[in-house]
């Protein structure tokens, strides 16, 4: 809170309006425009450009400085010293755990990775193509059916049970929908795996073999969806909150998400980064594409490029980079064709005036999409991985909101559709 206030002077009323300004601990001040429907008034501010939907003590960004903070730690600090459920754990209870509460948190979680077996046969229901994102919103969504016993949103213990069950079987079910499109039987989880190490498990092994994994790409896997766990009001967590202030349960609320995440301007980008280098093709063709992308005309944009908020550089793609640089050494990948034209995108993005103008730097999909090639992940399951590693952020949002208080939300409009008419009969149209 703050003691300033604003003074809005409107043409035609006599008597300005005030109005409060409240202060967070970091970033710009906002204005309370609540009162203004008292006044007949809306404010409109399509996309939510200026708009904070909500107060939250979760997440910070400051995109003119690239500064991403979890609970005040920045981003960066959390890929070098802590892993992907310590950082869950962080942005579910706002402190990092100790060693003991640690232990008792992967415990806890790892517990949960089973599916209840009846939900496997839900895939037979599915086309073999299918898009994995189309299956994990189905999926997802039909837990509500299956763990009665955690829907409650009224009772904590009850969503503390929600939140460990979708943190633990989002990546049981990202693989079963894979293992599903190549035909092959789904694994079971490993509890004695890491949560990465399990991942990869049930996504490339085999059950007449015992699995691989190797412990650079487990590494660089955790690291993916340690920098996907949280990214404040995006349209998938505001699309959560929207869904839960109605008072849905959290597994419907998750789904939700994930269907929003979709789209190839928030995280079906990864899936888009590679398709782009794949229609691109060759180093040589790349002037042709760049051209595209800066003609006003042409709808084409450079997938990976540019940033709602981060109009410096993305924090989260400036750690992912060099952990590409560490996978595609671990692999030998160097001389990647595609690998070629994305180093080059990137030189070009970097130097060219129309992206420095316009503040378009490579994001975090840019470069996850490269690493998750370079593991073996199929381009389709990109997203999907954006989805495991970013349920954390949901419910943790979800979380806040349930358990302070909250609205329903119910954004108003400017309506410029016909007035008022009168109905016109059949015959008489
Ligand atoms: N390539 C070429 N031009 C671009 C690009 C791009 N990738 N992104 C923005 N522009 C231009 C755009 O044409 C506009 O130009 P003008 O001012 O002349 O009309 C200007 O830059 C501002 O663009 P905008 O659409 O108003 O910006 P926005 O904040 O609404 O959109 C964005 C942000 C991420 C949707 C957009 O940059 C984009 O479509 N990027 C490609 C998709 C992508 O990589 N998305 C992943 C985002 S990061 C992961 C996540 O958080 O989900």
């Not at 050494?329 to 420095?356: N, V």
Request: charged share 25%; glycine share 8%.
């Amino acid at each position: 809170m703050s003691d300033k206030k604003a003074t809005l002077k409107i043409d035609g009323m006599d008597e300005a309006i005030e109005l409060p300004i409240y202060s967070g601990t970091l970033g710009p001040d906002v204005i309370d425009v609540g009162g203004l429907t008292g006044h007949g008034m809306f404010t409109y501010d399509p996309g939510f450009v200026s708009t904070a939907s909500c107060e939250s003590q979760i997440t910070y960004i400051d995109g003119g400085k690239g500064v991403l903070l979890h609970r005040g730690y920045p981003i960066e600090q959390l890929a070098e010293q802590s892993d992907y459920l310590e950082t869950c754990y962080l942005l579910l209870y706002g402190e990092l755990p100790n060693k003991e509460e640690k232990e008792k948190f992967v415990g806890t979680v790892m517990n949960h990775t089973m599916v209840h077996e009846q939900l496997v046969q839900f895939f037979s229901g599915f086309r073999r193509d299918s898009h994995p994102m189309a299956i994990m919103c189905g999926v997802v969504g039909a837990l509500s059916a299956f763990y009665h016993d955690s829907l409650d949103i009224a009772d904590d213990d009850s969503r503390q049970v929600a939140a460990f069950r979708l943190i633990a079987k989002m990546p049981t079910i990202a693989a079963m929908s894979y293992k599903f499109s190549i035909g092959q039987p789904f694994m079971y989880p490993d509890n004695s795996l890491s949560y990465a190490e399990n991942f990869l498990h049930m996504m490339f092994g085999v059950p007449c073999e015992p699995s691989k994994i190797s412990p650079v790409l487990a590494k660089a896997m955790d690291r993916i969806f340690l920098l996907h766990a949280d990214h404040e009001q995006n349209a998938s967590t505001s699309t959560v909150r929207l869904a839960g202030s109605s008072g849905a349960n959290p597994f419907a609320c998750i789904a939700a998400g994930i269907a929003a995440l979709w789209g190839p301007s928030h995280g079906g980008a990864n899936e888009a980064v590679l398709k782009m280098l794949d229609e691109i093709g060759d180093v040589s063709r790349i002037d042709e594409f760049v051209a595209r992308a800066k003609d006003k005309d042409d709808p084409f944009r450079l997938m990976g490029f540019g940033h709602r908020v981060y109009k410096n550089f993305d924090p989260r793609a400036k750690v992912l980079k060099e952990a590409a640089d560490e996978v595609l050494e671990e692999l030998g990948h160097k001389d990647d064709p595609l690998l070629a034209i994305a180093k080059r995108l990137e030189e070009i993005a970097l130097h060219d005036e129309y992206f420095i103008d316009k503040k378009l730097y490579p994001n975090v999909d840019f470069y996850s999409g490269i690493i998750l090639k370079a593991i073996g992940i199929p381009t389709s399951m990109f997203t999907v991985i954006f989805a495991v590693g970013r349920t954390v952020g949901w419910i943790a949002h979800w979380h806040e909101m349930i358990s302070g208080s909250y609205r329903i939300g119910r954004p108003r409009q400017l309506y410029t559709g016909q007035p008022q008419r009168e109905f016109i009969p059949l015959d008489k149209r």
